[in-house]
């Protein structure tokens, strides 16, 4: 029998796959009541169900899931898309997705960047590889120093959008804060193609570029770029610094 808690874990996850279900078409609407249904009856939710008001949200859970097996975030928000069969999201989802990034921006202001992280990937859970999105919770782990896990955010950005800008030199503060210049350089210049008459891209990739001939500060490069990165990801990623202003959308 299962326990209390792990009902109400599986209670959210149900609540989840029925909800996608009512959301899509056939075949995946079909498929995913059928799992709902199976776990309804594994867990016993059909006697007894767990109080709805104490339990813990899905995105609660899946994050508790995806943490304990390693997944990387992004592949984790892009499989929360593939639960949903691929359907495109309702109008409802997108409001919602837009509030929760809304409200992300906010605490990414006020300095409370866990909690932007957080609301972030609320609004991916809504919404998967949504470029913004994942582009300003880049900028929230930035702000955490969470600098590799940041990258991953980037690149799905860029992935899902090319031409998004921002997104681009968020790649590039990520690099420049890892030290891997050569990297650096190449995200702004990418930046510096789709947006020309931006000044603020171009004293950027100047500075990257004086710094990787060497006519600038080396900062951490000398390190080398596979180097810092496997200092980064065994470092903690809890200790405050002084970023470069990073831009909301």
């Known amino acids: 029998m299962a326990s209390f808690q792990e009902r109400r874990a599986m209670a959210a996850v149900v609540a989840h796959l029925t909800a996608a279900a009512a959301a899509g078409g056939p075949p995946a609407a079909a498929d995913l009541g059928s799992a709902a249904d199976a776990l309804s009856r594994a867990y016993d939710l059909g006697a007894e169900p767990p109080a709805a008001a104490d339990a813990p949200s899905f995105l609660t859970v899946w994050e508790a899931g995806t943490t304990a097996l390693g997944v990387a975030p ?9 639960a949903n069969g691929g359907a495109a999201p309702t109008d409802a989802d997108i409001a919602a997705a837009e509030e929760l990034k809304a409200q992300g921006n906010d605490a990414l202001l006020r300095k409370d960047y866990p909690e932007a992280e957080r609301l972030y990937t609320a609004a991916l ?54 030290g891997m210049v050569d990297e650096e350089v190449a ?40 180097g810092v ?10 200790v405050p610094f002084s970023p470069t202003p990073l831009w909301l959308v």
């Open 74 to 82: 992004a592949a984790a928000t892009s499989a929360v898309g593939d």
């Open 125 to 178: 859970a809504r919404r998967p590889g949504t470029a913004v999105y994942l582009s300003n919770r880049a900028a929230a782990k930035i702000y955490q120093a969470s600098f590799v896990d940041a990258l991953d955010d980037c690149k799905a950005a860029i992935e899902a959008e090319p031409g998004f800008v921002r997104a681009h030199e968020r790649l590039a503060s990520a690099y420049r804060h890892l």
């Open 187 to 226: 995200a702004l210049q990418d930046a510096a193609a789709l947006d020309p008459a931006s000044t603020k891209i171009a004293s950027a990739l100047a500075s990257a570029v004086a710094r990787s001939t060497g006519e600038g500060p080396a900062g951490n490069s000398s390190v080398g770029s596979r």
């Open 229 to 238: 990165v496997m200092l980064a990801a065994a470092c903690p990623t809890s």
